[in-house]
């Protein structure tokens, strides 16, 4: 039975929820605070996607089996989450939470192939990653992570670090990494890019886009309704001044929650309350040179990831963009200048003079994440309120695969992978 869905966010989690509910059949209204797609989590992040990522190396991988590397800060709250964290990653839970994780992003990946050949999508992606430790100490955690790989079935293999530069030829060869791995399967895109792309053909299945707009309130039943709040800017440029007169009520069969931390309330309202918290990310993008003599850009092919701090240094066209996770919560302007140098430094050590610093463009911006690194995907157990979010900085590595098993759901269909484990049924436990 067609349904009109209201879907609530309009980054890469909530187009491509929007998208496939559209292709199932339902008619889809999306509604975004902001003026347009892909504006906050989805503008800039590291692009990485593939189980390799999701397991090893994002802010809360699940190999390893430490605390991420991620500040906590000092607000209590941020512990409290930290140490749901170590709860959710515990030696006896670790396997079957790896388990998830890598179901979902493998068949994400392959949701995100299929959705690129069918309907012809031309982005910048590369494929290939290369992962560098600096130390022996370092070494001994991504033999973890990749002894983790071995048993989960992830494609990789160990690389000879004189065989680093045939798979990378612009490191720098006076600093060599004490061990390196290849993972062949797995790689990167410009999320944003991807984005705007899935969005003209959810515009071609008719799904309306509703900007500008923030949703005041969730009233919870068989036909759920949304109080929508503009936030449009007046004709002077200011704020609207008359908030009254731009409030209105609209009713739904099924509302989809892929909103950031704005999520919160409207849920708790409707009596669900989530441990979810903002992983702070940030990325810095720059222009990559020529090489003087062979008039070629330098820099990386495809993926770097930085085993010990966790940074990726990625392709894109003829950019370079340098990421990574560094805080929970909010972050301080003198910390974010801090997080940003970190970021320069790491390109510097492996990818000396790549890149014109002084067109660097900066991005930071915060990615909701649950303490066990997995999405909340389903019914919320809120009547007519559904739930796409939570995805940390696994948001393009999760995307494609979380909005099709969504759309499933809502539907009534078999889904394509085991999806025990990704619901709100997995925090009653």
């Known amino acids: 039975m067609t349904k009109h869905i209201a879907v609530i966010g309009a980054g890469v989690v909530g187009v491509t929820s929007a998208y496939e509910l559209a292709a199932a059949g339902h008619t889809v209204s999306v509604f975004e605070r902001g003026g347009t797609i892909g ?65 979902l992003a493998v068949y994400s990946l392959e949701r995100t192939q299929e959705l690129t050949r069918s309907l012809k ?76 792309l899935m969005r003209q053909h959810a515009d071609r299945l008719g799904v309306r886009f509703v900007f500008h707009t923030q949703v005041a309130a969730i009233s ?28 209105e009520r609209a009713t739904f069969d099924a509302i989809v929650v892929c909103g950031a931390l704005g999520s919160l309330p409207l849920l708790a309202a409707c009596g669900l309350r989530l441990p979810m918290a903002a992983l702070q990310g940030h990325s810095v993008t720059l222009p990559l040179r020529l090489d003087d003599v062979t008039a070629q850009s330098v820099g990386p092919r495809s993926a770097v990831i930085d085993a010990g701090e966790r940074i990726s240094i990625t392709r894109s066209g003829s950019r370079v963009r340098v990421a990574a996770v560094s805080r929970l919560g909010r972050q301080p ?26 067109q660097s463009q900066h991005w930071a911006g915060s990615c909701p994440a649950l303490p066990d690194g997995l999405p909340l995907i389903g019914a919320s157990g809120i009547p007519g309120v559904w739930l796409n979010l939570g995805h940390g900085d696994t948001g393009w590595a999760m995307a494609c695969g979380s909005a099709r098993v969504l759309a499933d759901a809502i539907t009534q269909r078999t889904p394509d992978i085991d999806v025990d484990g990704l619901g709100v049924e997995r925090l009653r436990g």
């Open 333 to 358: 302007v003198a910390d974010e200048r801090a997080a940003s140098q970190r970021l320069y430094r790491a390109l510097d050590h492996w990818f000396p003079g790549c890149a014109r610093v002084s």
């Open 121 to 196: 999508l031309e982005f910048e992606h590369s494929t290939g990653v290369l992962v560098l430790s600096r130390s022996a100490a370092e070494t001994k955690r991504m033999n973890a992570a990749l002894a983790a790989f071995e048993q989960l079935g992830v494609p990789h293999r160990r690389v000879a670090v004189d065989e680093c530069l045939v798979v990378e030829p612009g490191l720098h060869v006076e600093s060599p990494p004490d061990a390196a791995a290849y993972l062949p399967q797995e790689g990167t895109a410009n999320c944003r890019e991807f984005t705007h």
């Open 220 to 247: 919870a039943g068989e036909r759920p309704v949304l109080t929508l709040r503009s936030t449009a800017p007046s004709a002077t440029g200011g704020p609207a001044h008359d908030l009254a007169a731009t409030v």
């Open 39 to 103: 504006g906050a989590a989805s503008f800039a992040p590291a692009g990485m996607d593939g189980p390799g990522w999701a397991l090893g190396w994002s802010a809360l991988s699940t190999c390893g089996g430490r605390l991420p590397r991620v500040s906590l800060g000092a607000h209590p709250q941020n512990w409290v989450w930290g140490a749901r964290w170590l709860h959710a990653h515990r030696r006896s839970a670790l396997p079957l939470l790896q388990q998830r994780v890598r179901r």
